[in-house]
């Protein structure tokens, strides 16, 4: 791969003939043409979101003479270059020279650069930027591509995906999953964390339709015309999701959906019994763990273990087991009441507190509080098997 260092083009420069879309969020064209700001293997300008911190601290930097790092350009041609790494930082430029958005002056009031003081104009345009072009191969631009990015704002994992696996699927897919446009995007962020530009809705999208393995499937279909397969899968999972539970809870946002899809998709369920289930557990205190209802009903209300039901805290137990103990001793027999009725040399052992267990007298899955009325201590042999039960 060759690579030259340009030291002589200037904000100005790029700048001449910036192009932003809005609709895509995307920084376009510069260098009067020349250059693509966002070939397709590029991630969405992301610089603006978080109330636009990084594209201000982008020009004060300017503003200061801080360096704004190494850019660099995959040189395609003599009259086409694309970025390589640095469209984050020549959007916010392009951005700001065009009047999309404003710093803070000295006095903390809004500053667009069209109403700038000429000096500081000049400042901002004359700036030279430090850029290599690169001329290779598309597969040593890419290697090279993963290697850079790694400093700055990371990529996640499916934007170095998208990148290694760039071509037509991979630009059908960011169209339908990673356009924050697209109106379902709504809905799927009841389900799906994250956002569309990070490519949450893309990742997950994969993920479900690969079983988890995104990088084998890109690769496979890399070259296809189309995302039709992807679209269905995803378009089941979430079907699936919003007709078995009508309710939208927030702890929804971000379950294994298509690991329970794959596991439950099959067994019918009554939607009313279903969002009557999940409402009494919303209900019960006792439940830690919300997320795991959802996976606890699906799979017949059985596994209690998923929803990490409250265990006694050591106040209470320590209470109970100083009670039971004084009873047991005057009596001569097991502070183990489990033991006393057993028939073996533990009838009258007295367990120490680290050698016993907090119990549920009524379980909780029978309504059972997690209240000092309803703990006994049991010996660990003996709570372990009545827990089995
Ligand atoms: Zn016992």
Redesign the pocket.
């Known amino acids: 791969m060759k690579t030259i260092l340009k030291i002589d083009i200037s904000i100005k420069d790029i700048c001449e003939g910036f192009v932003y879309n809005e609709l895509e969020g995307k920084g376009l064209f510069g260098l009067s043409g020349k250059l693509t700001i966002q070939p397709e293997y590029q991630r969405n300008y992301i610089y603006a979101s978080d109330g636009g911190k990084k594209e201000v601290a982008v020009i004060e930097s300017l503003l200061k003479n801080y360096p704004i790092g190494l850019i660099y350009f995959n040189k395609i041609s003599e009259n086409n270059l694309e970025v390589l790494d640095g469209q984050q930082r020549i959007t916010s430029v392009g951005r700001f020279v065009t009047n999309k958005f404003a710093i803070k002056d000295e006095n903390g009031m809004e500053q667009y650069f069209g109403g700038m003081a000429k000096d500081k104009k000049d400042k901002i345009l004359e700036t030279k930027l430090l850029i290599y072009e690169c001329e290779g191969t598309e597969s040593q631009i890419k290697e090279w591509f993963k290697t850079i990015n790694i400093a700055g704002v990371p990529l996640v994992p499916q934007e170095l995906l998208n990148a290694i696996y760039s071509g037509p699927f991979v630009t059908l897919g960011k169209e339908e999953f990673s356009n924050s446009q697209n109106a379902n995007i709504q809905k799927w962020s009841a389900y799906i964390k994250g956002s569309a530009n990070r490519q949450a809705f893309f990742e997950r999208a994969l993920d479900w339709a690969s079983k988890g393995d995104i990088d084998n499937y890109m690769s496979i279909h890399r070259s296809d015309k189309n995302i039709n397969e992807l679209k269905k899968y995803f378009n089941s999972v979430i079907d699936w999701i919003s007709s078995v539970f009508t309710d939208v809870e927030s702890e929804m946002c971000g379950l294994e959906w298509g690991r329970l899809y794959e596991q439950y998709h099959k067994k019918a369920y009554d939607p009313k019994k279903v969002s009557a289930g999940v409402r009494k557990l919303y209900g019960d205190p006792y439940i830690k763990n919300r997320k795991g209802i959802f996976e606890y009903v699906l799979g017949g209300s059985v596994d209690t273990k998923l929803l990490e039901v409250r265990v006694f805290d050591e106040a209470i137990k320590k209470s109970i087991y100083s009670t039971q103990t004084a009873k047991a001793e005057a009596k001569g027999e097991?502070n183990?009441?489990?033991?006393?009725i057993?028939h073996d040399t533990?009838k009258s052992?007295i367990?120490k507190f680290s050698e016993m267990d907090a119990d549920h007298v009524t379980a909780w899955s029978k309504g059972g509080a997690t209240a000092a009325k309803n703990c006994q201590m049991?010996?660990i042999?003996?709570?372990r098997a009545k827990g089995n039960r």
């Open positions: 097991s183990c009441p489990f033991c006393v057993g533990n052992k367990w049991l010996c042999t003996h709570n």
